[in-house]
Each structure stands twice: as C-alpha cells, then as structure tokens.
Nanobody, 124 residues
Framework: VQLQASGGGLVQAGGSLRLSCAVSGRTFTNYHVAWFRQVPGKEREFVSVITWSGSRTYFADSVKGRFTISRDNAKNTVYLQMNSLKPEDTAVYYC??????????????????WGQGTQVTVSS
C-alpha cells in the first residue's frame, strides 16, 4: 500500500486547509486511514481516523470541532479538512493506513503503511 499526502502549506491563525491522502496498491476499502502529526522533538500525535466505510470517525480532543475527516472511495482518497487553525496545529502531518479492525486505532505503531508527510504551518 502506498500513501501520498498533500495539501499542506502556510496559513494564518483562524484559516483553513484541506489535506489529501491518496492511497494506492491494495483494495482501498479494506483499510482504515488515519492522520497523525509530529513536531520536532516530540512523538507522533494522533489526529483523526476514519473507517473503510466512512461511517465511523474519531478525533483527538485537541482538534475536535475544528477538523473533519472524510473519504472518497471512488478516488481512493481521504481528506482532512482543518478549520479555525491555531499556531499549535503547526506540524508535519502524516496519513497512515491499516487493515480494518473492530475498533478505531489511535496508536501510531499499529499502522503499517505511511505517507511521506506534508508540512502545515500556522502563523499567529
């Protein structure tokens, strides 16, 4: 499975960005897809996850109410819409995939496939 994250950039606080994660290589609908983020010197942090059907999503408390996650299985793409961005959202954002499971997984080591990351910078 290959993942390609895109859509990062520089935005002012209060602004919005939409990240995309294009997935290829295997049957897309068998996978849960998540977003994580990381700043230098810190561990990779869970942001959001979506099930293969899109019927279940979960968000970190720090982004709840500001970020939404969706997927277009016809395009094999997952989106992370980020609104009301704050300077503390600045990080490299990674998308990751794992085979579907009964529960939504938030631990980074439990994801087998990773994209290359896209930088999001929010200025104050």
């Amino acid at each position: 499975v290959q993942l390609q994250a895109s859509g990062g950039g520089l935005v002012q606080a209060g602004g919005s960005l939409r990240l995309s994660c294009a997935v290829s290589g295997r049957t897309f609908t068998n996978y849960h897809v998540a977003w994580f983020r990381q700043v230098p010197g810190k561990e990779r942090e869970f942001v959001s996850v979506i099930t293969w059907s899109g019927s279940r999503t979960y968000f970190a408390d720090s982004v709840k109410g500001r970020f939404t996650i969706s997927r277009d299985n016809a395009k094999n793409t997952v989106y992370l819409q980020m609104n009301s961005l704050k300077p503390e959202d600045t990080a490299v954002y990674y998308c990751a995939a794992r085979l579907q499971s009964p529960t939504l997984i938030v631990e980074a080591p439990r994801y087998a496939y990773w994209g290359q990351g896209t930088q999001v910078t929010v200025s104050s």
